[in-house]
T-cell receptor, first 110, second 115 residues
Framework: SQQGEEDPQALSIQEGENATMNCSYK?????LQWYRQNSGRGLVHLIL?????REKHSGRLRVTLDTSKKSSSLLITASRAADTASYFC??????????FGKGTMLLVSP | DAGVIQSPRHEVTEMGQEVTLRCKPI?????LFWYRQTMMRGLELLIY????????DSGMPEDRFSAKMPNASFSTLKIQPSEPRDSAVYFC?????????????FGSGTQLSVL
């Protein structure tokens, strides 16, 4: 069953703009992770935020977590055409497995 | 390390045929996961292994699906007989326990088409 649900399903922006994707989930989590998938490729881990953290940064990525609302957001600043991909949130409930949402397709136009 | 290696990259077969997908996890990783990705259902966990032992296969859709991990460096996912609704991308992923490092490393996937 799906745990995380990303919003929006698709996002189209221009290079240089910021992209924000949201993820909502239903049950308690140990941590929440974001992955990127380029067309025809496997998923690549981007960033992990633990349940006791509220914000985390990695390069142009900023992730927030609100456990009271069971939601997370991924912000990509100053987007580039190479950021075009699908982005997935995945929740870790502490039982060894990750449950993925259906993803947000991001298109960054030059 | 070369990462998680899956083969074949593409598989086209006819309904009723046996299909075997292969995976080599990253050396030293103690968890191995098989996921299936479709547009309709997204990424679904099929089965996972810990130290070569199957832990949870509740995601395996039917008895037609089976998975093995005979050693730490090799796993197979078999579908027999295959059906058109099995068409999907199948991913293998591995992970190393401990050190607060819970991220998964994915292979490039096997695109399966059952005609």
């Amino acid at each position: 069953s799906q745990q995380g649900e990303e919003d929006p399903q698709a996002l189209s922006i221009q290079e240089g703009e910021n992209a924000t994707m949201n993820c909502s989930y239903k049950t308690s989590i140990n941590n929440l992770q974001w992955y990127r998938q380029n067309s025809g490729r496997g998923l690549v881990h981007l960033i992990l935020i633990r349940s006791n953290e509220r914000e985390k940064h990695s390069g142009r990525l900023r992730v927030t977590l609100d456990t009271s609302k069971k939601s997370s957001s991924l912000l990509i600043t100053a987007s580039r055409a190479a950021d075009t991909a699908s982005y997935f949130c995945a929740t870790d409930d502490g039982y060894s497995t990750l449950t993925f949402g259906k993803g947000t397709m991001l298109l960054v136009s030059p | 390390d070369a990462g998680v290696i899956q083969s074949p990259r593409h598989e086209v077969t006819e309904m009723g045929q046996e299909v075997t997908l292969r995976c080599k996890p990253i050396s030293g990783h103690d968890y191995l996961f098989w996921y299936r990705q479709t547009m309709m259902r997204g990424l679904e966990l099929l089965i996972y292994f810990n130290n070569n032992v199957p832990i949870d296969d509740s995601g395996m859709p039917e008895d037609r699906f089976s998975a093995k991990m005979p050693n730490a460096s090799f796993s197979t996912l078999k579908i027999q007989p295959s059906e058109p609704r099995d068409s999907a991308v199948y991913f293998c992923a591995s992970r190393l326990t401990g050190g607060g490092n819970e991220k998964l490393f994915f292979g490039s996937g096997t695109q399966l088409s059952v005609l």
